[in-house]
């Protein structure tokens, strides 16, 4: 989007990076001996187009890049990119019309731009034979020979922060096509959404707007049952409605599977491609001076060692997740159990209705109190797991803190609904967490970053007329830099060095689909609720990121991630606490007797189960992609999708490949000494 192309079929260079530095009480006469003048001069000769904005209490720093400069960033990064053949390529700034452009028809996505920009600012090194002095008031400080300067610059305090800026132009398009365009329902710029903020949100807007689109089935089907008297029919019309949901429910994630893929093969992404730079297969050099029988002992040494090692840590990360796993299932059991009972029991022998919904809204705040605590004993667990990379670091927070809501969220439910059986008290639990939820969750999603962006400012404010002695007069923020800085961060509430604040969004809608699944039987009108807050949780979440929000950092996602998994374990919960529900219903005098009615609720369950897994597992996942996006030539570009598709599901196949080509060399290298011997 800061690469958009402008009228002459050129792309236009918008700043994209901020950097602040502290205002200066003394200037330094000598510029050369001066950090900050160092570092805009080194971002010159970097090739960055620079530009100083003189804030109340900081100076910005703004960056833009040309397209050519970013290439060559890209060229030494060795990021590979898509080419007009279908083919991955190592990208190469003397062949860039070789390379498929974006959708928005840039060259560079805002992921590789965004990293080509830390390559450049971070890759500033002191290449000089000794260490140099530089100032910044009265201090001294001595960059070191082939530190990074802005690193040095940032553990000294002198660089307060670095961090993505807003391109105004695109910023405003978006709110007026997408945050504040009431009239497109769940219609979303999704590709315009992924040029701008990057795949991970991109892919939760994308992932919102289907699920929302497919909400209004079931919620027509619960405002049809809510509006017809039942009372006669209950016990047919209540697994009708049971089984479309779960039906809906399957194929909406099937569908779902499809659609992500899809996306991923038009934004020219693949699973190898969320590796993190610079990750190599590690092989033998075959082409050292050994002689064959000592490379094939190395090798075959070499691959037990590897073999025992990787087992040995493999083992030890399983059994640490596994302890990690059971200490927060006993610490749930331990102490949040009771706290849930008691909530329930109150909420048994409170009777004014107001008293119950002030009652449910500390109920829920106290949940956020008590996850929070559990987030960070879970954060510090995870440390002592043997998690591969970041990404599964950040899934294991995703299950723990998603268990811990999972028996807040639902035990009082669970309780109403299997002990008391009491479904019209159900209904009124249900009402009342959905209404009090959604009003929680949105003031703090909107208020909190507005409460957090005016205290900073009063702070500076503050801090300004402090300076000046006098405590009257305005003091007016007239630079956009200076706003956004001031702004708070799109960031999780729990973990937030492993998560975006995604994390919360997800957690978001993952709590309530498991709310409005679980209990549908009791409730059909839950899901118009839903549907209704989601149309507007679009809206809401596209102006928070777009208005009271910094821009967030670029993520690599091909996919939800574990939000899928966690989806699919809600579905299975769901079948069989309704087929629960439905037995309470039928068996309203508690007999427990296998009668007919009981022995079909039974069936009906193992068929859903079996359904579910079966569209999991034997439904194709791909979608058919000969027919998309022609090319310049107006022919259809299968060789590039089918490329790409292979990209996407076939990366393993491919590590297993090279490693059987090394067994197969070993195996040729074993032949030729026993015919030579």
């Given at each position: 989007m800061g690469?958009?192309?402008?009228?002459?079929?050129?792309?236009?260079?918008?700043?994209?990076?901020?950097?602040?530095?502290?205002?200066?009480?003394?200037?330094?006469?000598?510029?050369?001996a001066d950090c900050v003048e160092v570092l805009v001069r080194k971002f010159k000769d970097a090739g960055l187009i620079v530009e100083r904005v003189i804030g109340i209490a900081d100076e910005f720093i703004k960056l833009a890049a040309p397209l050519e400069t970013l290439g060559r960033a890209a060229a030494e990064m060795q990021i590979k990119k898509p080419t007009q053949m279908g083919m991955d390529l190592q990208f190469e700034w003397d062949d860039v019309e070789a390379f498929v452009r974006q959708p928005d028809g840039s060259l560079f996505s805002w992921s590789e731009r965004f990293h080509c920009f830390n390559h450049l600012i971070y890759g500033i090194v002191n290449k000089r034979n000794s260490a140099v002095t530089l100032k910044f008031d009265d201090k001294e400080f001595h960059w070191e020979l082939g530190k990074s300067l802005l690193q040095m610059l940032e553990a000294e305090g002198i660089v307060k922060r670095v961090f993505p800026l807003h391109d105004e132009i695109k910023r405003k398009q978006l709110l007026r096509d997408w945050a504040l365009n009431w009239s497109g329902f769940t219609s979303q710029p999704i590709d315009d959404i992924y040029s701008y903020f990057g795949t991970k949100v991109a892919t939760y807007f994308a992932f919102l707007g289907m699920y929302t689109r497919w909400m209004l089935f079931p919620a027509v089907f619960g405002i049809a049952l809510q509006l017809v008297n039942l009372r006669s029919s209950q016990s047919l019309v209540l697994p009708i409605f049971f089984i479309s949901i779960i039906l809906w429910a399957v194929m909406f994630f099937q569908f779902w599977r499809r659609k992500n893929a899809a996306l991923l093969t038009r934004w020219q992404i693949s699973y190898s491609g969320m590796a993190d730079p610079?990750?190599?297969?590690?092989?033998?050099?075959w082409n050292s001076l050994q002689s064959p029988v000592e490379l094939v002992k190395k090798v075959e040494t070499d691959r037990d060692r590897e073999?025992?090692?990787?087992?040995?840590?493999?083992?030890?990360?399983?059994?640490?997740?596994?302890?990690?796993?059971v200490i927060i299932l006993l610490s749930i059991i331990c102490l949040q159990l009771p706290f849930e009972l008691a909530y329930a029991h109150l909420y048994e022998v409170t009777h004014p209705i107001a008293l119950k919904y002030g009652l449910t809204a500390i109920y829920l705040l106290a949940i956020q109190y008590f996850t929070k605590i559990g987030g960070k004993f879970s954060v510090?667990?995870?440390?002592?797991?043997?998690?591969?990379?970041?990404?599964?670091?950040?899934?294991?927070?995703?299950?723990?803190?998603?268990?811990?809501?999972?028996?807040?969220?639902y035990i009082g439910v669970f309780y109403h609904a299997l002990l008391h059986r009491d479904f019209k008290t159900l209904r009124q639990v249900l009402i009342q967490r959905l209404i009090v939820s959604l009003v929680l969750e949105n003031l703090m999603e909107n208020c909190?970053?507005?409460?957090?962006?005016?205290?900073?400012?009063?702070?500076?404010?503050?801090?300004?007329?402090?300076?000046?002695?006098?405590?009257?007069?305005?003091?007016?923020?007239?630079?956009?830099?200076?706003?956004?800085?001031?702004?708070?961060?799109?960031?999780?509430?729990?973990?937030?060095?492993?998560?975006?604040?995604?994390?919360?969004?997800?957690l978001e809608l993952a709590l309530q689909f498991g709310m409005i699944m679980m209990f549908a039987c009791a409730f059909p009108l839950a899901f118009a609720f839903a549907a209704l807050n989601n149309v507007t949780e679009i809206r809401a979440d596209a102006l928070k990121l777009l208005a009271m929000l910094k821009r967030p950092v670029p993520r690599a996602a091909a996919t939800i991630g574990a939000w899928l998994n966690i989806f699919q374990f809600l579905i299975i919960m769901s079948i069989c606490s309704n087929c629960v529900l439905l037995v309470c219903l039928y068996d309203s005098e508690g007999k427990w007797k296998i009668e007919p009615g009981l022995a079909a609720i039974l069936i009906m369950e193992?068929?859903?189960?079996?359904?579910?897994?079966?569209?999991?597992?034997?439904?194709?996942?791909?979608?058919?992609?000969?027919?998309?996006?022609?090319?310049?030539?107006?022919?259809?570009?299968?060789?590039?999708?089918?490329?790409?598709?292979?990209?996407?599901?076939?990366?393993r196949k491919d590590v297993l490949r090279r490693r059987e080509e090394v067994g197969v060399s070993t195996g040729r290298l074993r032949e030729t000494m026993r015919c030579s011997g």
């Open positions: 690469k958009e192309m402008n009228g002459q079929g050129e792309e236009r260079t918008a700043f994209e990076i901020g950097v602040v530095v502290p205002k200066r009480a003394l200037k330094e006469s000598d510029e050369s610079g990750c190599k297969i590690s092989g033998p050099d073999k025992e090692v990787f087992q040995r840590a493999e083992w030890f990360g399983h059994m640490m997740r596994f302890r990690n796993d510090k667990l995870i440390k002592y797991e043997n998690n591969e990379s970041t990404e599964y670091k950040a899934d294991s927070l995703v299950y723990k803190v998603f268990g811990l809501y999972f028996m807040q969220s909190i970053p507005y409460l957090k962006y005016s205290y900073r400012k009063f702070g500076v404010r503050n801090k300004k007329r402090r300076e000046k002695g006098s405590s009257t007069g305005k003091i007016q923020f007239t630079s956009r830099v200076e706003k956004e800085y001031l702004k708070p961060s799109y960031s999780a509430s729990i973990g937030e060095e492993l998560e975006d604040g995604l994390f919360d969004d997800f193992h068929v859903l189960l079996l359904i579910k897994f079966g569209f999991s597992r034997f439904v194709p996942e791909g979608t058919c992609l000969g027919k998309s996006q022609p090319n310049e030539e107006g022919k259809p570009r299968t060789d590039v999708f089918k490329a790409a598709f292979k990209d996407l599901f076939g990366w």
